[in-house]
């Protein structure tokens, strides 16, 4: 029998997707999995592990699905709207849930800091982002602005353009940062 015919009830209890999010908690499932959780159930003739598989494979991993259309995932056979529209909602949900900030303003202690601040942001775009973090006397960040996006490997920013953010932010400090798209550099953002 092929892989692909194994369905999730022929699956011992203990290695289903679901089960395994409750026994060893979602951090220890496979994206398959995790997507798999999302989609719910397969097709006639395809698990739902296999549809995950499937799903992944079409977008490369990840990296591709965080920006796939309606129309993408439709086109994939045994993803209907609805399973769709799951994926998606999902997708919305982690972009949000990863910029979501305190309402503590964020303290910038070390270049470390700044990095962290944006790294999970601009790591991910495709094209190069001129970024200011605007900071108090007290090295709280108070404004956060993208002055300029560029092209894959290029991006040029007059000073004065950020300087007139920072005079009427009241800035202390500025903190201006870039990704690096093109993959040049390991870390992707240059502070």
Do not use: C
């Amino acid at each position: 029998m092929s892989r692909q015919h194994i369905m999730i009830r022929d699956v011992p209890k203990a290695e289903r997707p679901r089960e395994r999010l409750l026994n060893d908690g979602a951090r220890n499932l496979s994206n398959q999995e995790l997507l798999a959780i999302l989609l719910g159930s397969g097709t006639k003739n395809e698990s739902v592990m296999s549809l995950a598989h499937r799903v992944l494979v079409h977008f490369e991993g990840l990296k591709l699905l965080r920006d796939a259309t309606i129309e993408e995932l439709t086109a994939i056979k045994g993803i209907g709207e609805a399973k769709g529209v799951i994926i998606l909602a999902a997708i919305e949900l982690g972009k949000r849930m990863n910029h979501f900030r305190s309402s503590e303003r964020y303290v910038i202690r070390s270049p470390e800091d700044g990095a962290n601040y944006l790294m999970e942001e601009l790591r991910i775009l495709n094209q190069e982002h001129f970024v200011v973090l605007f900071l108090d006397t007290k090295n709280q960040i108070i404004h956060r602005q993208t002055i300029f996006i560029g092209s894959l490997n290029a991006s040029i920013v007059h000073p004065r353009e950020v300087f007139r953010e920072a005079v009427k932010r009241s800035a202390a400090s500025i903190i201006v940062a870039h990704n690096h798209p093109s993959g040049v550099r390991l870390d992707n953002v240059s502070i």
